[in-house]
């Protein structure tokens, strides 16, 4: 069950994020404007994993091919485990812990929604200017989705006043911190520790 949950996260989070589609649906009226736009955030980052990693996929593949003089093979050898701990492990859960929150912890909404920008602009901008490409997957979900998810938010919070001074300067901060360190940078960390200790219990058996 963990290797298919381990394998298949994506498919599954495609599915939650229909889930979650509904269930705001069903409730729409009784949501607050914050508590709604987090929760369509969590769905967006849902949609936007689909497409880096089934529909069409291959992200992993496409940063290694375009942002590497040599490939790395053998960084990549343990993705699907590192790229499961970081997507689900840190991104679901901050994701859901916000939502859940809301009003209650402002500065970590504003983190992951300045992370949805942060997204926006790396996928759109960033990602294509430094590859010299026009598409990469995840930009077609963090233009339709993830933009204006975090666009309403802003407004939301901005027009209602109901953010402090201590959310902004809490949030906005973190939200950067979490925009540069993403997923792809904790992947490759991890998977780098795992191959050190993979080689330490070798040479310790030898």
């Given amino acids: 069950m963990y290797n298919f949950f381990k394998t298949k996260w994506f498919d599954i989070g495609l599915v939650i994020s229909f889930v ?24 967006a ?27 790395r093979q053998n960084l990549y050898k343990n993705y699907d485990t590192s790229s499961f701990i970081v997507n689900v492990g840190v991104e679901w859960s901050t994701f859901i812990l916000a939502a859940l929150l809301a009003e209650k912890a402002l500065w970590l909404g504003i983190a992951i929604m300045v992370f949805c920008l942060g997204n926006f602009f790396k996928h759109t901008i960033y990602y294509n200017l430094k590859a010299k490409t026009r598409y990469n997957p995840g930009m077609l979900t963090s233009i ?13 919070v901005i027009s209602d006043g109901t953010a402090g001074v201590w959310d902004y ?32 219990m070798v040479n310790h058996c030898l």
């Fill in 144 to 156: 339709v989705f993830m933009l204006p998810v975090s666009v309403f938010f802003f407004w939301s």
């Fill in 20 to 43: 979650i589609i509904k269930g705001i649906l069903m409730h729409l009226n009784k949501m607050s404007y914050v508590s709604l736009s987090l929760w369509m955030g969590f769905s």
């Fill in 169 to 200: 300067t809490v949030g906005i901060p973190l939200g950067i911190f979490f925009s540069m360190v993403s997923s792809v940078t904790l992947i490759e960390w991890l998977q780098e520790h795992m191959q050190r200790n993979k080689s330490v």
């Fill in 45 to 71: 980052l849902l949609l936007h994993q689909t497409e880096e990693y089934h529909w069409p996929g291959s992200f992993q593949k496409w940063i290694n091919k375009k942002f590497y003089t040599t490939p």
